[in-house]
């Protein structure tokens, strides 16, 4: 087995790209970095899948099939880090090092195709993890029916763990993360005549006011939800005298399971309807669901525990899941799937993921390499 990858290189290859960050759908530079690699390691490489997606396939015979997937894109803002790499792009930034994430994935293809193991890898570039849907948009493009994968993995750095160490963890791992929006139509009116109107600014703080009673008083009280409202729009701060005729509110809402996030979008709907019709005004309501949670399959977690155990000097198997959401959950929901943290270190500066400090550590690159190469045998079952 190849063990002599040059991680200078690698983490030299990993400042190029952070120097050149890329949004969601235009990693047009990044990939084509990534294709060049793939070929130069004799893989199969199959670009432009959503856009900017690549797969780079790695035949070892007769065998099963394995998925590993990086996400490559970067987020719409500046950089402040200071850095003799930071992003050279204004409002371009790696600031939740997937940077990193690509460097790791290709540093393991380049150690399998030295010595490849039976069964076919296939290594997953997807672009616009970052909100934009690119893990939905490579499954509708027929990623897995071209590519069929047994199990599928997906790692993140985490800040706040060694570099050498990593957090594997059955069950739910990430939020769904799903956005809302209410529209309270009234009848609008002079501000001191409000009896000539129907009011849809009371309505919508009657609404927000009882909006927490959804996690607080329908939920589960032992199963996670949170909704949030996150902008309010209606009127005009320069006609103080004036109810407007209609208010918008919009929001987030995540849960862990699929029975808790659609009681969120049944819940704030009802809600809505109830109160526009107590106050006599009208509700539209939609809820936009975006990504479903990731939940770890027993099964491909076990395989990612043994790999992570080999590959590091410590596993967490208790770290709390986030609020957060990855569109993995799209791959996850087309075969076994495991979702794992790799450890980025203390946080620098105090900076975490989407921090304009933030910054992928590259110490963690030979753990992050050596774990997507243990994991990929151990799928395969060598
Ligand atoms: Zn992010
Ligand atoms: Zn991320």
Known sequence: MKDNIDFDALAAFRQDLHRHPELGFEEHRTAAAVAARLRALGLEVTESIAETGIVGTLRGGQGPSVGLRA????????????????????G????????????????AAEVLAADPPAGTVHFIFQPAEEGRGGARRMVEDGLFEQFPCDHVFGLHNM????????AVVAG?????????????RGIGSHGAKPHQGRDAVTASGQFLAALQTIPG?????????????????????????VIPAEVQIG??????????????????????????????????YTFIRRIPPVVNDAGATAIALAAAEEVSTGVDTGFPPSTAGDDFAFFSAEAPGAYVWLGNGPARDGALHHNPGYDFND??????????VAVARKALGA
Not at 226 to 231: D, E, G, N, W
């Open 71 to 90: 996400d490559m894109d970067a987020l719409a803002m500046s950089e402040t880090s200071g850095r003799a790499y930071a992003s050279e792009v204004p």
């Open 251 to 284: 929001g987030t809402a995540r849960a862990f399971s699929p029975e808790v996030r659609d009681q969120l979008e049944t819940e704030i709907g009802r809600l809505a309807h109830g109160i526009a019709a107590s106050m006599g005004v009208e509700a539209d």
């Open 159 to 166: 800040p706040g763990i060694p570099c050498d160490r990593m």
């Open 217 to 241: 008083r329908v939920v589960d009280p032992l199963q996670p939800a949170i909704v949030s409202a996150c902008a309010v729009s209606g009127g005009d701060m320069n006609a103080l005298n």
């Open 363 to 372: 110490d963690a690159l030979p753990t992050g390499v050596a774990f997507w």
């Open 92 to 107: 371009r930034m790696h600031a939740c090092g997937h940077d990193g994430h690509t460097a790791m994935l290709l540093g």
């Open 172 to 184: 739910p791992q990430l939020a769904s993360s799903d956005s809302w929006r209410v529209s309270f």
